[in-house]
């Protein structure tokens, strides 16, 4: 395949779904930083324009090259996953009592993001290359074993978040590819089940199995008020600053940012500065953008020419939209605070970089599906 | 691709079971469903974000832009100038004067600054470390408050910290009003000082209206007249970040400070400055007589025709200067030492004395109103009670060795002729009842008077009863003959107040009016116009017979013209009347008392001086009366010596 062909069966509404997002992205990492770096009010949102660039470099590269290949170097790619995220633990930078960097001199790379994608294309291919196993037990049971590594390692680190994402990845992955919905109903039971003991019946025998900031979390996640000043304090800063923002915004009036009311408000929190300066109206747009996209990935994953592609579009579109909603839903009170970004949106290289070269990935199953010569046949 | 390419072979041994063209596909119907429910889950939950933020946007907007506000506004508080005191001519006593305080912001100070920076201000402030950093460590306010260390700091301190900025992070100079004293020490006791209001005070209901930290009148006049004083405080709303710290230097909205009201105190400078004056020349009097003890003295200058005070002094004073800014332990050990003896304290209305034979008026006032005795009662001194072994062995002196003689009442004042007097309590004391203290308390002794700043002093006034409650041996319980007699006198239990023996000599001045004493006479506001005219009605009226009247008042003018301050006023240009007194007190020096008012026949001053261990009335307190009478008429008559050797 040409260049001609790869450029007529890139899917640009995608592409413009990605753009649009990104450049609400830095326009509002900017309107929220300005103030930050005396001198310099365009730091953050330079920077982030940068990762940006590189990164829609990557997803370019990522569109051409056939997805088939990553599913020859499946182990290879588990196994530098494994190792980049396990290397945390020995190189790693401590932010705030949690491993997650790596430090580059021009980046901080963080492997568990990048891992998210890794994880997508091996197990994807781990899957794919068992379709005869589809709806045995064993099946799912490797499939668990397989994605549990390196989640382990990433919610050892600690980072609960993140790892929360790792476990929805393959569960959508085990999903796309086909597992019986019974499967599904005895993991829920068991989730169920470990979430009790772990939160009720190990706190009582003494075991620390999770972190007191994050029993906190739950806590006040159901009770803000708990501690308004405290570690409710960001919840309670976050929902007045949305519901300020009222209908259409308080533009350059806002405040929660503007004077550091609201913590963290170009990484976790971003959501409720777009909440605050540009309203429902605003908030509203974004969520557009998202239905573009979540629409987009999940009908490459129908579009895709075969099942490998199927499952990593719908494992990408669901982590999409779990991201999505789970940022935006922390920033509104109706999940628990995790420090998972909000996708092409929040400050943060490796989180960029990653999402954009998962679009990257999703061009490539499309190229690779409308270019595909029975296909075009078919239809005519 | 336009001609089909032909097909690469598999290259691995391993087939691959789906997808290219050996397995064609692949769209499932399992994935088409499954796509399906995805995007069912993903509808609800976009819907569920939706609903929320339609909740929180448009539903509940209004509360939250409140609450976006009340986090970036932030009340300062700006404290209103205080009113000025001003005597009754208007000469400022107390106005503010602009000065600088030290603080220190504790969220500037770095941890690892924190002690070298407190150390250094420590130096330049002359305060103790220890004291800064308890300061800051028990302040419990936000870190981004100005917590105040040192108020009232020189220009050059403040200079050498502003010099070095870097070496001070978080330390910052906050201009403040302070009180000043133009005229000195002059009325210190009267005038009280300003300090934080206590957490008792906060109990209180006088103090209702007050929020803690705020800075209040602390006794004296500043206390009693806070209320019109402090004015009111304003607010700036100004605009702060979520660590508290300004965003813009104009507020974006508040209140002015409306500045305090003057008060107009009944004191007269001049008179008050004489009287102060006054009590240290009878000082000095009573040490060239040999009185080397005389360290304390009080005088009282009412009017009584109102209860105005004119002057009210008490000797030892203070400098009111110590208290600004804080009293330093160094000038509380100072005040508070026993040498000192009681500066803070003013002996006119917080001291208690026995009265000695001003006492005597009393006295006479209650004999001739009980008809214990008549204007022609005449009883025979020849220097000792009783003349006759009535009492067995015990007997009483008069203070003139040999006596006075057959005396009746107005003489009696006049010379102070101790065993008329004897002989009046000796009657008092075998009538039922206790007549003479409840004559004492009716004419003001005994009781506070009403004076209108806090911490007067009771008083005592004995009467059998209390004796059989005070005592707990049985023989202290009795009360005895001896009681009344030397209660007659001014001697015994008896206690009293220089302030209240002026309001009794008021009351025999104006016919029986119980005044009530008062430092407040109204109050300006800033513009000068009187907001407000404090009115001080007589407490009640003692009907005392005109008959009465004459005989005490001729017996006082006569004591003043021919008997024992004759030395000092006889020929004076204003007619005084007036009574000496020289009380005894057990291990100490005499204490001197003279008790008057003037003119004669329209009496418009009562005036008390008292001075501690001073000797003789006539010889040290009337010399000093003399002075303040001619601060008050406008006289210049020099000073007098007095007598020595009389009562």
């Known amino acids: 395949m040409g260049w001609r062909g790869y450029l007529r069966h890139l899917d640009y509404l995608l592409l413009a779904a990605t753009l649009g997002v990104v450049a609400v992205g830095i326009a509002v990492v900017y309107s929220a930083t300005y103030q930050d770096v005396e001198g310099q009010p365009g730091y953050y949102a330079v920077q982030q324009g940068v990762y940006a660039a590189v990164g829609l470099l990557v997803l370019l590269v990522l569109a051409a090259i056939d997805y088939e290949h990553y599913r020859r170097w499946q182990w290879a790619l588990y196994g530098a996953m494994v190792l980049s995220i396990a290397a945390v633990y020995v190189v790693g930078s401590v932010t705030r009592g949690s491993r997650r960097w790596i430090e580059l001199p021009f980046f901080n790379f963080q492997p568990s993001q990048f891992g998210l994608l890794l994880l997508t294309i091996c197990l994807g291919a781990f899957l794919v290359d068992r379709m005869e196993l589809l709806g045995s037990r064993r099946i799912t049971a490797e499939a668990l074993l397989y994605a549990a590594v390196p989640g382990a390692l990433v919610f050892f680190q600690p980072d609960f978040g993140t790892a929360s994402v790792y476990a929805v990845l393959t569960l959508a992955l085990l999903y796309f590819y086909g597992t019986r919905w019974t499967h599904f109903a005895v993991l829920g039971a068991a989730a169920a089940g470990a979430a009790a003991f772990v939160l009720g019946v190990l706190p009582r025998l003494g075991i620390e199995f999770i972190k007191e900031y994050q029993m906190e979390r739950l806590l006040v996640f159901v009770d803000p008020g708990r501690d308004p000043s405290g570690s409710g304090y960001n919840i309670v800063q976050s929902t007045i600053a949305i519901g300020s923002g009222a209908l259409t915004g308080r533009g350059a009036e806002a405040t929660q940012t503007a004077f550091d009311f609201l913590p963290e408000h170009h990484t976790d929190f971003i959501f409720a500065v777009i909440g605050e300066r540009y309203g429902f109206v605003g908030a509203c747009v974004l969520l557009a953008l998202y239905g573009l996209l979540l629409w987009r990935a999940l009908r490459i994953a129908t579009l895709s020419r075969d099942m490998y592609g199927s499952i990593m579009a719908g494992g990408i579109a669901v982590m999409f939209l779990f991201q999505m909603f789970v940022n935006i839903g922390m920033t509104i009170g109706i999940m628990p605070v995790t420090g998972i970004p909000l996708p092409f949106v929040s400050y943060g290289g490796a989180a960029m970089i990653t999402f954009l070269m998962m679009v990257g990935l999703l061009q490539s199953i499309h190229v690779r599906a409308t270019a595909d010569p029975r296909e075009r046949r078919a239809r005519r | ?647």
């Open chain 2, 1 to 647: 691709m336009r001609t089909r390419r032909p097909r690469q072979p598999v290259r691995r041994e391993r087939p691959i079971r789906t997808g290219r063209a050996d397995h064609p596909l692949l769209l499932t119907p399992s994935i088409a469903l499954r796509v399906a429910v995805l995007v069912g889950i993903a509808v609800v939950l976009v819907a569920v974000i939706l609903f929320r933020l339609w909740f929180l946007q448009i539903l509940s907007a209004g509360r939250y832009v409140d609450q976006a506000n009340d986090n970036r506004l932030r009340s300062v508080e700006i404290v209103a100038p205080r009113g000025a005191i001003v005597d009754r001519d208007g000469k400022v006593i107390v106005e503010n004067r602009p000065g600088l305080a030290i603080g220190i912001r504790p969220m500037d100070v770095s941890e690892e600054d924190f002690e070298a920076v407190t150390e250094r201000l420590a130096k330049v402030l002359g305060m103790r470390v220890k004291k800064i950093r308890r300061e800051l460590e028990e302040y419990g306010g936000y870190p981004y408050d100005l917590v105040i260390l040192k108020e009232d700091v020189s220009r050059k301190v403040v200079g050498r910290i502003l010099e070095r900025k870097d070496l001070f992070p978080g330390v910052e100079v906050q201009r403040n009003y302070l009180r000043s004293y133009p005229e000195g020490d002059l009325a210190a006791q009267l005038l009280g000082h300003l300090g934080e209001i206590s957490a008792e005070q906060l109990k209180q209901p006088a103090y209702r209206r007050y929020a803690a930290g705020d800075v209040i009148g602390q006794g004296g006049v500043e206390a009693s007249y806070d209320r019109w004083l402090r004015g009111r405080d304003g607010v700036a709303k100004i605009e702060v970040d979520a660590y508290g710290r300004p965003k813009g230097s104009d507020p974006v909205g508040g209140r002015l400070p409306e500045s305090g009201d003057t008060l107009v105190t009944t004191l007269d400078a001049d008179v008050q400055e004489t009287a102060e004056k006054a009590l240290r020349y009878g000082i000095d009097l009573a040490h060239a007589n040999h009185d080397w003890a005389a360290n304390g003295a009080a005088a009282v200058v009412l009017d009584v025709r109102n209860g105005e005070v004119l002057a009210m002094a008490s000797y030892p004073s203070f400098d009111p200067e110590v208290y600004v800014g804080g009293l330093s332990p160094k000038d509380w050990a100072k005040l508070r030492k026993p040498s000192a003896n009681n500066p803070i304290v003013h002996k006119a209305f917080q001291g208690l004395y026995a009265p000695g034979s001003t006492y005597k008026v009393i006295d006479a006032v209650a004999a001739l109103e009980e008809g214990v005795i008549s204007p022609y009662t005449r009883f025979y001194c020849n220097g000792r009670f009783p003349p006759t072994g009535e009492l067995g062995k015990t007997h009483w002196n008069c203070w003139l060795e040999g006596g006075h003689g057959r005396d009746n009442v107005t003489e009696a004042l006049s010379e102070s002729c101790d065993v008329f007097f004897y002989n009046v309590g000796y009657a008092f004391y075998k009538r039922p009842g206790s007549e003479l203290a409840e004559w004492s308390v009716r004419l003001g002794l005994g009781r506070p008077t009403g004076l209108d700043i806090p911490g007067e002093a009771e008083g005592l006034v004995p009467t059998p009863e209390w004796r059989q409650e005070y005592f707990t041996t049985e023989i202290d319980k009795i009360w005895k003959p001896g009681n009344s007699i030397l209660m007659a006198i001014g001697q015994g239990d008896l206690q009293v107040s220089p302030l209240q023996l002026a309001v009794a000599y008021a009351a025999i001045a104006n016919g029986g009016t119980i005044v009530e004493p008062h430092l407040a006479l109204k109050t300006l506001s800033p513009q000068g116009k009187v907001t407000r005219k404090f009115a001080f009605e007589p407490r009640r009226t003692v009907e005392i017979s005109s008959g009465t009247l004459q005989q005490v008042r001729k017996g006082l003018r006569m004591a003043a013209t021919v008997g024992t301050s004759a030395a000092v006023f006889a020929g004076y240009p204003v007619d005084v009347a007036g009574k000496t007194g020289t009380a005894e007190v057990y291990g100490k020096g005499d204490y001197a008392w003279y008790a008057s008012y003037a003119p004669y026949d329209d009496p418009k001053y009562a005036v008390v001086v008292m001075i501690e261990q001073g000797g003789h009335g006539g010889a040290v307190a009337a010399p000093a009366a003399r002075m303040i009478y001619d601060a008050l008429f406008d006289l210049d008559t020099g000073l007098s010596t007095g007598a020595t050797g009389t009562d």
